[in-house]
């Protein structure tokens, strides 16, 4: 099946540029990121089932279902009240997919969604159900939203449910139409503008052991309303195995399977929560336009002599250097060096606590949306999402093109790697002349070439430099998540990416601890691969109490494979001087980080108490204090809640974000003088109150910092 370019996304190359091994980590030899997708999909994968949907013909309205197997294209469920199998074919996977912005897929007569299903489904008779809301609460909208239903060629007619007209929906199999059951309307029917409602749709529909594909078909009146999913409920004699067979050779499933995989995910074990049937709810990059998915391939490129250079680089071509913040993000880094510019800072000034750093430069300038003392403020709205149940956008994707005019080139081999002469390139295959890049490790040179899969033709090799010291990770719906590497040091070495990421807590489900803010889903099934198949998480340190904060949690969400490890923390100052055994354990944790072992760290929104782990560690390995403050107010880009290095600030439940507590704390304290290096500082705190030797330091020193 040919990867349409309407399915959006991102290709995540850093950890996908593979030959980083052990602890090492030298820039030619650090393992890059591996591709990552993520989609928006609906908020609710079951989908709220309407008290007025239309009855299943076996008494039995479906209104739950348990995951089975997934590829991503297709899932397969079962219903928990009746034991009925069901495929599931999530609309965000179709071809044809745009984006939930536009409703469904494309407009024009008979546009459809498309799914390659050749070989995975038993055949057999199935009842058809579809899950829909209207994009708009208006009787205008519910009225056209009836005709496209029942087919109805003007506002006036009588509907229409055989003719197969500009202004209706249907499902063929293979070409052959099958209309909707239902007589009824949609407003019969329970549908509304706020959920995801779920009706049968069509009562019978058959497939066939040569059935290759599903269509779902509309007509010009089909943006009227927003499809999550449609499902194929087996009917009685129709038996469905347990497992979905192997995808067709070549079919691109955006949960990372290819053609011959035996299911999704990384699943190593039974999960402590079912994190599997989860919706994808985080954000597929936003601002860059439509991007194009690039399926990994094993292959060796190599250029004959018969091999014309009638392949030309476009963008990012030219060794120039590329961000990869959000630029609101990349705005308030700017202003930040350019405030610490002013202060007309000694050498030594710069790594040194100091009151007033940077000035009145403040993260709120370039938020979109914040709360401040308890009252919602505004600030250059819609530029970057708060914490919520929203889409996150604090990265930035690279993107490539280029150009040819051999009409006989329509597919094309993408090679990206960090050696100049691509030794160590992943090789991506994509049909289309743009690729998107993300999750790219920071401060780093890249090169890349094209050549047609025919060998035919090909590019000179380009390159480009990713800009700064902050990389921050798309990692599905988790928010805040970014690599604690990239950071130049005093010493003149940068510290290693990949080992230690940090971010806001991984949980599959949403939960009330009392409080005006809830926790929200925010391990979707995109999240949790790249965390532990892209990230190779392997450790996740949890800084949240047990019971109620963390909903009772004690092992971790991303696989049985990874290890869970509390260390339940006070935040802020009192961070500071807290157990000083616990705190001793978390950094020896980070001492024992590798690129194949490594730690995901957090609290509730990876802020304060991670803030403050951070913050320390960065001060002893020696980070600018410029830096280490603007870590800290990277939370504020994707959290509800303003983190100010300079300010308390308050939220709506009263509690406040005390950031000057703990500098206060640190200058209160005997291991600090106006006269050390800040990692002076934090080094003699670690020996006095935490009990570390001076070996267990440098080894601490010796793994996170690149030779």
Request: glycine share 10%; net charge neutral; with cysteine.
């Amino acid at each position: 099946m040919k990867k349409s370019k309407y399915l959006v996304g991102f290709l995540s190359l850093a950890a996908l540029l593979s030959a980083c091994a052990g602890k090492g980590g030298s820039e030619e030899s650090q393992k890059p990121s591996t591709p990552t997708t993520s989609q928006t999909g609906s908020k609710d994968s079951g989908t709220k089932s309407s008290s007025k949907a239309s009855q299943a013909p076996a008494a039995c309205k479906h209104n739950s279902y348990s995951f089975m197997d997934h590829k991503g294209l297709i899932d397969l469920e079962k219903c928990d009240s009746c034991g009925k199998k069901a495929y599931k074919f999530p609309i965000k996977y179709a071809e044809g997919y745009k984006d939930p912005t536009t409703k469904m897929a494309r407009t024009g007569a008979t546009a459809k969604s498309t799914w390659n299903v050749q070989g995975q489904l038993a055949a057999g008779k199935y009842e058809v159900e579809i899950s829909a809301k209207l994009s708009q609460a208006s009787s205008t909208e519910r009225h056209w939203y009836n005709h496209a239903k029942h087919g109805e060629e003007t506002a006036t007619s009588n509907p229409d449910t055989t003719s197969e007209s500009d202004y209706r929906y249907w499902v063929d199999i293979d070409g052959k139409a099958t209309n909707p059951s239902s007589t009824k309307t949609w407003g019969e029917e329970g549908f509304d503008a706020s959920n995801f409602n779920r009706t049968v749709f069509i009562a019978e529909i058959e497939v066939t052991s040569s059935t290759k594909f599903v269509n779902f078909v509309h007509g010009d009146i089909g943006y009227s309303l927003y499809i999550d999913q449609i499902r194929f409920v087996a009917k009685d004699g129709t038996t469905v195995p347990d497992k979905l067979p192997a995808a067709p050779a070549g079919v691109f499933d955006p949960e990372g399977n290819t053609g011959g995989d035996t299911g999704g995910g990384s699943s190593t074990g039974s999960d402590p929560v079912d994190t599997s049937n989860v919706p994808d709810v985080g954000k597929t990059p936003g601002g860059e336009g439509e991007s194009v998915y690039g399926k990994v391939v094993s292959k060796k490129i190599s250029i004959g002599a018969s091999s014309q250079e009638a392949i030309t680089l476009t963008s990012n071509s030219d060794g120039a250097e590329v961000s990869v913040l959000h630029p609101g993000i990349q705005d308030y880094c700017d202003a930040m060096y350019a405030a610490e510019a002013k202060e007309n800072l000694t050498e030594q000034k710069k790594y040194q606590m100091r009151d007033k750093a940077c000035g009145t430069v403040s993260p709120v300038t370039y938020q979109g949306k914040y709360y401040e003392n308890g009252v919602a403020k505004q600030n250059r709205e819609g530029n970057i999402d708060y914490f919520g149940d929203s889409d996150r956008d604090n990265f930035k994707n690279v993107v490539l093109t280029y150009e040819t005019s051999k009409s006989d080139a329509t597919s094309f081999y993408v090679e990206v790697g960090m050696k100049s002469d691509l030794s160590d390139a992943k090789v991506m295959q994509i049909d289309g002349k743009k690729i998107e890049l993300g999750n790219l490790y920071v401060s780093k040179t890249y090169y890349w070439r094209v050549t047609d899969v025919n060998g035919k033709y090909h590019s000179k090799i380009g390159s480009f430099v990713t800009k700064g010291s902050f990389r921050n990770i798309n990692a599905g719906a988790a928010y805040n998540v970014r690599d604690f590497g990239g950071k130049m040091t005093s010493s003149g070495k940068r510290i290693k990416q990949g080992l230690i990421y940090r971010g806001g807590e991984l949980t599959p489900t949403k939960y009330d601890t009392g409080i005006a803010q809830k926790h929200i889903i925010t391990l979707d099934k995109t999240g949790k691969r790249i965390f532990h198949d892209d990230l190779n998480v392997r450790v996740e340190l949890d800084f949240r109490n047990s019971g109620g904060e963390s909903n009772n949690q004690n092992s971790s969400y991303l696989g049985t494979d990874v290890k869970y490890q509390r260390e339940a923390c006070s935040s802020l100052g009192k961070f500071y001087n807290g157990d000083a055994s616990m705190l001793k354990r978390i950094y020896t944790t980070f001492a024992n980080a590798t690129t194949t072992s490594a730690v995901y760290c957090h609290c509730w929104g990876g802020a304060d108490r991670t803030g403050t782990a951070f913050f320390l560690l960065e001060g002893l390995l020696g980070v600018s204090y410029t830096e280490a403050l603007m870590d800290y107010e990277f939370t504020s880009f994707d959290s509800i809640h303003t983190r100010r290095r300079d300010t308390v600030v308050t939220d709506y439940n009263n509690y406040q974000y005390n950031f000057p507590s703990l500098l206060s704390d640190i200058k209160n304290s005997s291991y600090y003088s106006s006269t050390k290096s800040f990692s002076e500082i934090v080094e003699g705190w670690m020996k006095g109150k935490l009990k570390m030797t001076d070996t267990e330091i440098q080894n601490l020193k010796n793994n996170l910092l690149e030779d």
